[in-house]
């Protein structure tokens, strides 16, 4: 059971586009008390030991913040003013995009809140995953401050999966496990239908959500490949919510 669970161990990797392109392995020393899957959604170590499936609370399973409002703090002091302002204005790009269903308001006495910290790696929890205390999202600092990065891993703290780990995916998509680095396959799992509501929307495979196309990939051929008539590096490619993106994310919160 904890081999299965380490095989899982994937540190990070900048899978959803933007200015960086971080397709590394970085061992994360500095909390080992995390499990970290699909390369940037991370799990309390103690709660899986446990279990074997689900590893994964996306949508149907991930707890919603109380009225779409997500209180934070941002560790100051491990970034500049300017990254500072990266962070903010990537929320407020959230919130103007969602009309406001969504919002991000700094800690004051909130019972529970996100830590936005320069870690290791660009990673978050899915969806609210405390009842009291922190819950850490990791902008490593330099490398993961961008807002394509930002608000990929916002999302994951507002409670949603990456796209291509969709129960319908592979009719839009072909994994391509032969280009797939030696043991990072099971970054490229699916949802059952009973882990991952869709929410009645269409695949979006320009989401921000999306990995890139050559996500983990050993050798620098496609690990996806779209079935649907469009350019494969559009896969990963979003710098802000699509469409479809703001959709579910209102239609979660009900919000639409």
């Known amino acids: 059971m904890h081999a299965y669970i380490f095989l899982l161990l994937a540190c990070y990797a900048a899978v959803h586009g933007g200015p960086v392109n971080l397709f590394m392995d970085v061992t994360i020393d500095d909390r080992p008390d995390l499990v ?17 499936v689900p590893l994964r609370n996306a949508y149907i399973k991930a707890s919603k913040w109380t009225s779409g409002i997500l209180p934070y703090l941002i560790e100051s002091s491990q970034f500049s003013a300017a990254q500072i302002t990266t962070i903010t ?3 407020r790009k959230i919130e103007q995009q969602t009309n406001n269903c ?22 978050s929890y899915m969806g609210r995953t405390k009842t009291s205390g922190s819950q850490d999202l990791s902008l490593q600092n330099p490398g993961c401050v961008s807002q394509s990065i930002i608000i990929h891993e916002l999302l994951h703290a507002v409670g949603f999966a990456h796209e291509q780990t969709r129960s319908d995916r592979d009719t839009y998509v ?7 680095q030696a043991g ?7 949802y059952l239908t009973s882990e991952a509501s869709t929410l009645n929307k269409a695949y979006d495979i320009t989401s921000i959500m999306h990995y890139k196309w050559n996500a983990f990939s050993k050798n620098g051929q496609p690990t996806i490949t779209p079935k649907v008539n469009v350019t494969q590096t559009v896969m990963g490619s979003a710098v802000q919510m699509t469409d479809l993106d703001i959709e579910k994310v209102k239609t979660y919160y009900a919000c639409a």
């Open 174 to 180: 072909t994994i391509n496990y032969n280009n797939i």
């Open 184 to 190: 990072k396959e099971s970054n490229f799992q699916r």
């Open 89 to 91: 204005n990537a929320m």
């Open 36 to 52: 970290i899957v699909e390369g940037d959604i991370a799990f309390d170590a103690t709660s899986l030991i446990p279990q074997l």
């Open 102 to 123: 969504i919002r991000f308001v700094q800690r004051t006495n909130q019972p529970t809140w996100i830590r936005i910290y320069a870690g290791t790696g660009c990673w």
